[in-house]
Nanobody, 115 residues
């Protein structure tokens, strides 16, 4: 059983920054990819940022140039640095680990961007 625990969410003003962290209970390099998703009220869940086990990154168009995904394979963490936050970034952010046959999810962390 793999556990993913997110942290770092909160309330921030527009233009501000937050850093989310996802801690995995086993080596993140054993997963094909680690991905941050988000889901806003009344909207479908969307991919925000992905990092493959080879280190390739991919971002949603809406966050390119503002968000950066990092990993620390020694600590088994994947962080999401979010800058220049906008009200439309408000959502529950969840961490996903893609295994060979199973996807694992964290419980999610709330990010609210509001003045």
């Amino acid at each position: 059983q793999v556990q993913l625990v997110e942290s770092g969410g909160g309330l921030v003003q527009p233009g501000g920054s937050l850093r989310l962290s996802c801690a995995a209970s086993r080596s993140i390099l054993r997963f094909a990819a680690m991905t941050w998703y988000r889901q806003a009220p009344g909207k479908q869940r969307e991919m925000v940022a992905l990092i493959s086990n080879g280190g390739t990154t991919n971002y949603a168009d809406s966050v390119k140039g503002r968000f950066t995904i990092f990993r620390d394979s020694a600590k088994n963490t994947v962080d999401l640095q979010m800058n220049s936050l906008k009200p439309e970034d408000t959502a529950v952010y969840s961490c996903n680990a893609r295994g060979l046959t199973t996807d694992y999810w964290g419980q999610g962390t709330q990010v609210t961007v509001s003045s």
